[in-house]
């Protein structure tokens, strides 16, 4: 699995995550559960990854769509 993106916003990471299932590519989003450690304010930017063959063409969906990769 290869680092796509990372954000602290959870709407990116929900809007960038169906955008990758529409194109039909899989991805997992790490750090997920941190918030129990910062308290919910949203500190630990949280990563969406996905496979490293499928790095390239995600990467573009989100240049397409104006996304920031925030690495």
Request: glycine share 8%; aromatic share 4%.
């Amino acid at each position: 699995m290869k680092e796509l993106l990372r954000s602290t916003d959870p709407t990116i990471l929900a809007f960038a995550s169906a955008l990758l299932e529409g194109e039909d590519i899989d991805c997992f989003q790490m750090d997920v559960n941190m918030s129990i450690l910062e308290g919910g304010i949203g500190i630990f930017p949280r990563r969406l990854m996905v496979r490293a063959e499928d790095l390239t063409r995600a990467e573009r969906v989100m240049r397409d769509n104006e996304i920031p990769l925030g690495r």
